[in-house]
């Protein structure tokens, strides 16, 4: 990342420098600063996976299409839905409700809550139900 004594001529020269094209017409300091920073993430470490990137491009027709458009933040499980887990011979069942989960009488507000309930570890809640493929090889971990 850059300095935070250059000013915004100094990081547009920098862009210069290093990209060997005109830097974007932005305004502000701490925005050039930042796609520097990100331009030289993406250079060292990749950038966005194809499908996101699709996804994206999708996002952005809609809001051009619309720009009241609001997408949904995520899937919505369905109230009254119950995960079941089995963890170390013991069977755990969680109920969905309008809003958070029940676990054995107890209300959480998350399936991370439910599962460190269960655990006493701290794991992403729904990889370890299964509803991640990121977690699916992780969620019986010793």
Known sequence: MTEDTVTLEGLRAEWRDKFMTAPPKLRS???M???IAYREQVAREGGLSRTME???AKLA????????Y???QAPRIKAGSCFVKD????RHEVWVKEEGFNYRGRDF???SQVAF?????KWNGPAFFGQRKAGLGKAERP
Do not use: K, Y
């Open 29 to 31: 300091r701490d925005l």
């Open 33 to 35: 600063a930042r796609e």
């Open 54 to 56: 699709q996804r994206l």
């Open 61 to 68: 027709e809609r809001f051009a299409e619309d720009e009241a």
């Open 70 to 72: 609001q997408p949904s």
């Open 87 to 90: 963890w170390r011979g013991e």
């Open 109 to 111: 507000a998350s399936l």
């Open 117 to 121: 309930a269960i655990t006493g570890t």
